[in-house]
């Protein structure tokens, strides 16, 4: 399986088959869950950790967008 990090670094870990990574945000770190079904419905992965990483790398800069939102709520 393909090594990644997110945008602070740390490394992308699996949880319950969905990556997940911890995210820093002004005060706080979150820690942000992209379901498979996400990675496959929204951004085309086919389901394997290989294209989960890539669709979730090729995407990272939207998926921070939402989390940033959801967090301001």
């Known amino acids: ?20 990574f911890n995210h820093l945000h002004p005060e ?12 496959a419905d929204v951004f085309g992965s086919d389901g394997s950790a290989d294209q989960d990483l890539k669709a979730l790398r090729d995407n990272l800069e939207a998926i921070l967008k939402v989390v940033d939102a959801k967090s301001c709520r």
């Open 1 to 20: 399986m393909a090594s990644m990090t997110a945008s602070n670094g740390m490394p992308i870990l699996r949880r319950d088959g969905d990556p997940f």
């Open 28 to 39: 706080t770190i979150l820690m942000v869950q992209v379901t498979q079904e996400c990675l």
